[in-house]
């Protein structure tokens, strides 16, 4: 007969999410199995990894950015060093005005003390790179990095399986079994399980009631011939991201109810497009990815308790920000875990709650 093995916490998924939880859970010497089924495409997979602390055309600032992203920095960083692998980069971005009325619209950014900390100086349309399209010039960006959050999952999984934590394997709800003593999955026995599985929570009985929103998305990686930045993003409506040797990565694209994470002519024509708009020189595409967003439709993630069952909990909804929010998010939902402290009202998945019940009730 197997030995049981007991642990404190099982977790479905190895994304940024998953990943992410078990770090903090380790940190905190809890015994930790993640359960992932490797597959070639995920949303962590193929995320551009942008961490920008601005959103949308309306020039805004991120929700908690000043929280986030020192937390972000110093988790992926502490992260690079237990791994002895580099993922993160600090990077500056360079926003690319669209007239006037935008170049207007930056300034007065500037001129607040809240964007302080990331408005940097104005580039002139006379100062932009000789091969980067930009008329009106354009603002550069402080504070700002990309993940590469391929490499990151692939470290976590050689780190996870050196402290015994990762078990490659779809884990399905009838796979396990959830008893007043715990879960038992193969030979493990779990006290609480906590499902980080990205946009298929939406498959999942369990999570059936919360509103979840995913959006997939598209990126590409091109080289060049010719000289072109290689120590800042270029962003407008799509980002390009400098790797090195000649190449570089251009996301994204956003399309609804479609849950097939492969790749799309349509998306390929629009970044191919993107791309021609935002340098004056020839590009060729060497790869194309596509992955699903978990995003959700209140824009706040989902985390909690499940509102009956005990023991299972739910680490998601990290929608198109998952680099910047997921390691603070982490680290709360361990808290949350470990010594009881409260979610924020916000993103606590009890504002479902009512939704929940009533689904119960006509069924
Ligand atoms: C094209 C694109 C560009 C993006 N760009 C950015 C960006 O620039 N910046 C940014 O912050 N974010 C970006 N994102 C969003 C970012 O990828 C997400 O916020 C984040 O990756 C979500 O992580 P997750 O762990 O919740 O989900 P996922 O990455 O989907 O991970 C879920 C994991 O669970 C596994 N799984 C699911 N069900 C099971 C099961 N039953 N058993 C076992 N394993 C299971 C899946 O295989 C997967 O590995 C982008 C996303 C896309 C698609």
């Known amino acids: 007969m197997t030995q ?58 991120s929700w908690r950015a000043d929280e986030f992203l020192p937390f972000a920095r110093n988790t992926f960083k502490s992260i690079e060093k237990a791994t002895g692998k580099q993922f993160f980069f600090d990077m500056p971005v360079f926003e690319i005005y669209h007239d006037h009325g935008n170049r207007n619209d930056w300034i007065a950014r500037s001129a607040q003390d809240k964007f302080k900390d990331y408005l940097g100086e104005e580039c002139l349309a006379n100062e932009v790179h000789e091969n980067v399209n930009a008329p009106f010039g354009g603002q550069w960006l402080n504070n700002s990095g990309w993940l590469d959050a391929g490499k990151f999952v692939i470290a976590m999984k050689e780190y996870l399986s050196d402290n015994h934590s990762y078990y490659s394997g779809r884990i399905n709800s009838n796979d ?46 091109f080289t060049i011939e010719e000289n072109l930045p290689t120590d800042y993003i270029i962003h407008d409506s799509i980002k390009i991201i400098p790797l090195g040797n000649k190449q570089y990565r251009c996301g994204a694209t956003y399309t609804w109810k479609d849950y097939t994470p492969t790749p ?67 680290f709360e939902m361990m ?29």
Request: some cysteine; hydrophobic content about 40%; proline content about 4%.
């Open 4 to 61: 049981l093995r007991e642990i404190d916490y099982l977790i479905s998924g190895q994304g940024l999410a998953g990943s992410l939880l078990a770090w903090h859970l380790l940190q905190e010497g809890k015994k930790v199995v993640v359960v992932d089924e490797d597959l070639t495409y995920t949303s962590s997979k193929v995320a551009s990894g942008m961490m920008h602390p601005i959103t949308g055309r309306r020039i805004v600032l």
């Open 176 to 221: 396990f079994i959830n008893t007043e003593n715990g879960y038992f999955f193969h030979d493990i026995k779990a006290t609480k399980f906590i499902s980080c599985t990205g946009y298929q929570a939406i498959f999942e009985n369990d999570w059936k009631h919360l509103p979840f929103n995913p959006v997939k998305g598209e990126e590409i990686a």
């Open 264 to 330: 799309t002519t349509e998306g390929l024509l629009k970044l191919k497009e993107g791309v021609a708009t935002l340098i004056k020189v020839p590009f060729t595409i060497t790869s194309q990815r596509a992955g699903i967003r978990p995003a959700t439709f209140d824009r706040r993630p989902f985390l909690g308790k499940h509102p009956e069952k005990e023991n299972l909990f739910i680490f998601n909804g990290l929608g198109s920000k998952g680099v910047m929010m997921g390691p603070l998010l982490g």
């Open 335 to 363: 808290r949350f875990l470990v010594y009881g402290d409260a979610i924020h009202a916000e993103y606590d998945i009890k504002r479902f709650s009512e939704a929940y019940y009533s689904s119960v009730a006509t069924k």
